[in-house]
């Protein structure tokens, strides 16, 4: 069937374009972790494939009129209030190549990518403190880059010039334009082969398959109604920690056109800091692409849920409605921007929270899968280095299954491997394993964040950008709530935000992620499985005596369940219980909806 094959060659052309990249480029960022994406759109400015997410097209043709292009030409962005919500902060650079049929544009190929440095007040260009994004590098709004296959030297030199790491941002700007150009070449081979007008409709057939599938499969299995849930970005890095809003109010009438309303009012006022994102533009189709995959969880069978695809037919079935101007979701220019993903990862868990609530739990727990964490200073030859990593944490418990480890939430990125790591910059990575105890304790247990241990060779100064140090991820339907993100130098504990901390030759930094939430009464959970994960070093026995009920004994290779204490330990444990688990457990200490403080320095707002 003819669809299938332009759904295939769609999906060929878009992996081969992120491999070309992946091979080609400079920075670790790109090459290494994999920060990167590429995205195929129609001429009208729909995304086509559905594997990866990708800015979008709408800038591009806002100001360059479509029918001016020519074969050969690339067109370039970063600037965040110009992008129409589709680049999130400047050191994602976008490049966007037009596809053409006999001498029309028919589609377009695009690709971003966190590149390594891009100027601004700290290396990286993602200053935890900036009050504007003046301070965060260096903005262009859609510029055109190359020319009929001419590139444009002098904005090249202007970009090269302002970063940090001029050979790695070319190359990497190179890779990307190249390898889009070729996805070009390989799209107008498509049109070519079966003619436009029989290619088009199988991209509306595509797009209309998903429709139809999110609506049948997916939003059926919501209840009609309307629900709540908040969470929280914990500090924006300029005033002192404070909880910033994120509410999302759900109401969901199959009947109506648009099905599914997300309204974010009661979402906290704009952060001085730079925590902020600005989701408010182009009806917030951005938003709907990022946040639709939760509702795949939704699916029948976890295989189900893995051949869905998010692609533009998801857009048509969600209504955004987003406060007035000056919130964490509709900043005000230049309110800066580039901890943003404090804002846009932690609605993932809003929307699946208040999910959870209308569908009686049926979704994962929590999870707070990304950070930055990185050290920058000169090697042993006196050359600038930054080393800048992403490192991912546990995911939520399922109503199925425990949860994954290490995971990161950018699709295909991740950490950066220790045998490059420790022959490009001169320090040494003593561990790196999972953080026992560190997922929410459930019937399905949280998965495991990161432990990695770094020695420091020389003098340097270490950055973080991460959320998560003081809230845990929480467990859903009576599962527990995991453990927080912590940094530690020689015992100093770091802040989840940090531009500059000085770190000594011979120190250590300890860093340990997030573990994501359980779900289910852990008090539940089979005691032959807690001991095969006390013997897989991801519960401690404590853990497993303390949080499972579950007591053993014996050598780790060879542990045993004590039947008769274990059944004697939950029994007790149940007596101390207050009453049922709650629904939701966000950990000790933490606010419910209506008031109460977490932290005594931490307020709402």
């Known amino acids: 069937m003819l669809v299938e094959i332009v759904e295939g060659t769609l999906a060929s052309v878009e992996k081969e374009v992120e491999t070309a990249i992946a091979r080609t480029a400079r920075s670790p960022m790109i090459r290494d972790a994999h920060d990167f994406r590429a995205g195929i759109h129609d001429v009208r400015l729909r995304k086509l494939t559905g594997r990866s997410y990708s800015a ?14 020519n074969p050969g030409d690339v067109f370039f962005h970063n600037d965040v209030y110009l992008s129409e919500g589709g680049i999130g902060h400047l050191p994602d650079l976008c490049v966007t190549v037009p596809v053409f049929h006999d001498g029309a544009v028919v589609a377009f190929v695009q690709a971003f990518g ?34 009929r296959g001419t590139p444009n030297r002098a904005a090249l030199t202007i970009m090269t010039r302002n970063s940090r790491m001029p050979d790695s941002l070319a190359g990497d700007l190179d890779a990307e334009c190249s390898a889009c150009l070729m996805g070009a070449r390989r799209l107008g081979e498509l049109f070519d082969r079966y003619g436009r007008e029989a290619v088009e409709a199988c991209f509306d057939a595509i797009i209309s398959k998903t429709t139809e599938t999110f609506r049948r499969e997916l939003l059926a299995k919501i209840p009609e109604g309307t629900h709540v849930w908040e969470d929280y970005a914990e500090h924006d890095g300029v005033d002192e920690p404070r909880l910033h809003t994120q509410r999302i109010t759900l109401t969901v009438e199959h009947s109506a056109e ?7 009012t009661g979402t906290s006022p704009q952060a001085k800091g730079p925590i902020n994102h600005a989701g408010d533009y182009a009806g917030g189709v951005f938003l709907k692409k990022w946040l639709a995959p939760i509702l795949r969880n939704l699916a029948d069978t976890p295989e189900r849920m893995a051949e869905l695809d998010v692609n533009e037919g998801v857009v048509p079935l969600i209504e955004m409605r987003f406060p007035e101007k000056g919130t964490l979701l509709t900043p005000i220019f230049p309110a800066p921007t580039n901890a943003r993903t404090f804002v846009i990862l932690r609605l993932l868990g809003v929307l699946a929270g208040v999910l959870a609530k209308a569908t009686g739990g049926r979704m994962p727990a929590d999870q707070e899968t990304i950070r930055y964490t990185g050290v920058y200073g000169e090697d042993a030859d006196g050359a600038p280095y930054l080393m800048r990593e992403v490192l991912g944490g546990g995911s939520g418990g399922r ?16 950490n ?24 929410g304790p459930g019937l399905y247990r949280g998965g495991l964040g990161y432990d990695k241990h770094i020695r420091m060779l020389r003098d340097a100064s270490f950055m973080s950008i991460a959320d998560r140090s003081i809230l845990s991820c929480w467990g859903v339907n009576g599962g527990r709530a995991g453990r927080p993100f912590t940094v530690e130098i020689e015992g100093r504990e770091m802040e989840g935000l940090v531009d500059d901390s ?34 897989d070093g991801k519960v401690s026995t404590e853990g497993a005596r303390d949080d499972y009920g579950v007591v053993l004994y014996g050598p780790r290779d060879d542990l045993r369940v004590d039947a008769e204490a274990t ?23 933490f606010p419910s909806l209506s008031g109460g403080l977490p932290h005594a320095e931490v307020d709402i707002v």
């Open 56 to 69: 979008l097209v709408q800038p591009i043709v806002r100001d360059f009129p479509i029918e001016e292009m």
């Open 114 to 147: 966190h590149h390594d440095d891009i100027g601004g007040a700290v290396p990286g260009s993602m200053p935890s403190h900036a009050r504007s994004v003046f301070e965060e590098g260096l903005m262009v709004p859609p510029i055109k880059l190359w020319d």
């Open 258 to 264: 648009v099905p599914l309303v997300i309204d974010f």
């Open 399 to 414: 109503w199925y299954a425990d949860g994954e480890d290490t995971i990161h939430v950018v699709p295909d990125s991740r």
């Open 416 to 439: 950066i491997p220790v045998e490059f790591a420790e022959s490009r910059w001169p320090f040494r990575v003593e561990r790196l394993g999972l953080a026992a105890d560190s997922g």
């Open 502 to 535: 000085p770190v000594r030759a011979g120190e250590v930094i300890r860093v340990r992620t997030t573990g994501g939430g359980g779900w289910g009464d852990p008090l539940e959970r089979a005691p032959e499985a807690v001991a095969a994960d006390v013997r």
């Open 567 to 589: 059944e004697i330990r939950r029994a007790g444990l149940r007596a101390l219980l207050p009453g049922e688990r709650p629904f939701f457990d966000r950990g000790p200490g």
